[in-house]
């Protein structure tokens, strides 16, 4: 299997090679050269196959130059119940006949992001060894990324990981998780300003070709192909556990912001998983629920970006819908690089009048969004009729499965937190603190350690430069 860039200007690579690198040359981004396909047989034969013999089967058909023994051993030391917490590692909750929560936040920080960003450590981990190389992590996070990144990376040969997050926008919760680790090789930079502004020093940095050569730098930030492709084993998983025969077909529903975790759906759609719908779920900040309405894809300056009560969907532009969109143009390079150039130069683009428009519903998408009293309700209603505390992201996904689903179709609503990460808003709705997992009791009083820095690219960079000599 090769790898491509949406935008075409990219020779192609190896899974080891777009492992290690974030954006392409051309800065597009990485995507199979063709999707590998699972027939009904192979997918029988998956009923039976614990979460990591699943995980290895579908990731083996991605990650074709690691020595299957080698990969088989990355896999089935990462999907263990010591770091999930559960032998099933993603556990279907039934709130009512059709409606599941499937439950993908029992990794150590919390949030699914665990799910992709554990292997991820372990695939750096072992790629660096091989290479006898070093990798210095460049992210930006709004919360749950960072913190995963920083848990699957903590103590890692080879590796250091320099953390963007906006300065005092994140809950207590998730600023104690990733401030208090006293790992050397975890940096973690308050950066005064948004989520985007983080990210935007990280792709200024991404595009300083020489200064990322000389430092090594690479990215966990969704747009990591690794990253996506770790996720596309759970819609199979969840696509399993609620069915008995591959006649059935089942739709998800995805909190999104980036796109990441909806794009993994929208692979394992095109490999042949019998997805219905996927349902995308918006916040306040519906940049993606807007494009899936009305054609229209424009993003959202930092002053227009909200700070919501799911503050990890708080973006003003989705990192991974290029994928999509590269998809849909049927692959066509060029449109794709002409269409994110008005994204950069114009702020957006319009497919309403493009024949395009119509094709989106051939791949299954509709979209909702939801508000801070929409959220409120849903943990509220999920609690009294269903007895299940779910996080405000999970009940974006929920509000927006209820209103778009066909009640005829079992529909798995992807958990993307645990409501302990965000206190203040499950006491808002159900007037007293959500379940707290015992381990994670007093980390709010722990000692914290971070930086606070302009949102600049010259500073991270001579940050980034003091640190790794
Ligand atoms: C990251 C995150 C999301 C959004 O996922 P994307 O892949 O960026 O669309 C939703 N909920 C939670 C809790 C998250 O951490």
Redesign the pocket.
Known sequence: MQYVSTRGGMSPQTFSQVLLSGLAPDGGLAMCETYPQVSSDELNAWRKLSYAELAFEIIRKFATDIPEADLRDIISRTYTEEVFGTADITPVKTLAPNLHVLAL?NGPTL???DMAMQLLGNLFEYALAKNNAELNILGAT????GS?AEYAMRGKKGIRVFMLSPYQKMSPFQTAQMFSLQDPNIFNIAVKGVFDDCQDMVKAVSNDHAFKAAHQIGTVN?INWARVVA?VVYYFKGYLAVTSDNSQKVSFS??????????AGHIARQMGLPIEKLILATNENDVLDEFFRTGVYRVRSSAETQQTS?P??D?SK???FERFIFDLTGRDAALTAELFRKVDQEGGFDLSDSPLFAKIAEYGFVSGSSSHADRLVTIKQVWDQFGVEV?T??ADGIKVALEKRDVNVPVLCLE??LPA?FEATMIEALGRKPARPAAYENIESLPQRSEVMEASAEAIKAFVDAHTK
Do not use: E, L, Y
Request: charged share 10%.
């Open positions: 936040s949030a699914f992001k709004s919360g749950d990324t995963a969704s996720q995805v909190p999104s912001g980036n796109f990441g975790n909806i794009c799911s990890s969907m973006i989705a990192s991974n996080d992201h999970t993307t937190a990460k």
